[in-house]
């Protein structure tokens, strides 16, 4: 039988604490609906600019909102995280379909074209929102049960 040596290696390197990458408290109420319109409408932009419509892309942006938001939002910013993705959504659609989609200012166009759009991103809206509506709540029943 042939023995064999397993060589263990040790890092004996010192590790540098790992920070926050929000610097203070958190992102504020303005703070979290400008940086979800901010991302949710260059995702929509883009995928507008190539594809003449949001799809797939648009939805891991949104979800990528949601997330970022409740995580480095402040104590007291879920419910702002949870209800703006939509809105964000919505108006990014409806400024950028006309503009940068090459669709003319025809109504029914515009909401063919807005229905198609939330057609393909309404299981990422419908998912966020369950995800965040829950947190939100949780994060409610904590406070009031720390507060009794």
Do not use: C, H
């Amino acid at each position: 039988m042939t023995l064999m040596k397993v060589i263990v290696m040790t890092n004996n390197l010192p590790k540098p604490p790992i920070k926050s990458p929000v610097k203070g408290a958190g992102l504020t109420k303005p703070g979290i609906v400008i940086l979800q319109f901010a991302l949710i409408g260059f995702v929509a932009l883009v995928e507008i600019f190539f594809r003449s419509n949001v799809g797939f892309i648009t939805g891991i942006a949104i979800w990528i909102s949601y997330y970022g938001a409740l995580i480095y939002g402040r104590k007291g910013t879920t419910y702002v995280a949870v209800v703006n993705p939509p809105i964000a959504f919505a108006i990014a659609t409806l400024l950028l379909l006309p503009t940068v989609g090459g669709i003319s200012l025809s109504f029914t166009r515009i909401g063919i074209d807005l229905i198609t759009g939330l057609a393909s991103v309404a299981p990422f809206l419908i998912s966020g929102s369950l995800f965040g509506w829950w947190y939100y709540f949780k994060e409610r029943k904590q406070l009031l049960s720390s507060s009794l």
